[in-house]
């Protein structure tokens, strides 16, 4: 089903902090219509929640494991979890 909703939990480590990763990241999920929210953690990753439709939420995987352009993604762990039900995108 293409408009069935997903969710991921999406793990980034590497150069991900302090290169605009999080705004990026609100921005590519407003243009795909993906709701959720990022955050930078203690630990230097940053993680993500996305859902939204299944399509849409790949395409955010996917752009998610390049970053902007000064990021270095050493790498992206995705898990499937339940959707939350989320409303916007946020920066956390």
Same mark, same amino acid.
Do not use: K, Y
């Given at each position: ?10 793990? !980034?480590? =590497?150069?991900?902090q302090? /290169? ?6 609100? +921005? @590519?999920?407003? *243009?795909?219509?993906?709701?959720g ?12 929640? !996305?859902? =939204?439709?299944?399509?849409? /939420? ?6 998610? +494991? @390049?970053g902007? *352009? ?23």
């Amino acid at each position: 089903m293409a408009d069935e909703v997903v969710a991921r939990r999406l793990t !980034a480590s =590497g150069r991900v902090q302090g /290169v605009f990763f999080r705004d990026g990241t609100q +921005r @590519e999920a407003a *243009r795909l219509g993906v709701t959720g929210w990022v955050r930078n953690c203690p630990d230097g990753t940053l993680e993500a929640h !996305a859902e =939204g439709p299944a399509a849409a /939420v790949a395409e955010l995987v996917r752009w998610c +494991r @390049e970053g902007p *352009r000064h990021a270095d993604v050493e790498e992206l762990r995705v898990s499937e979890i339940a959707p939350q039900g989320c409303t916007r995108f946020e920066i956390r």
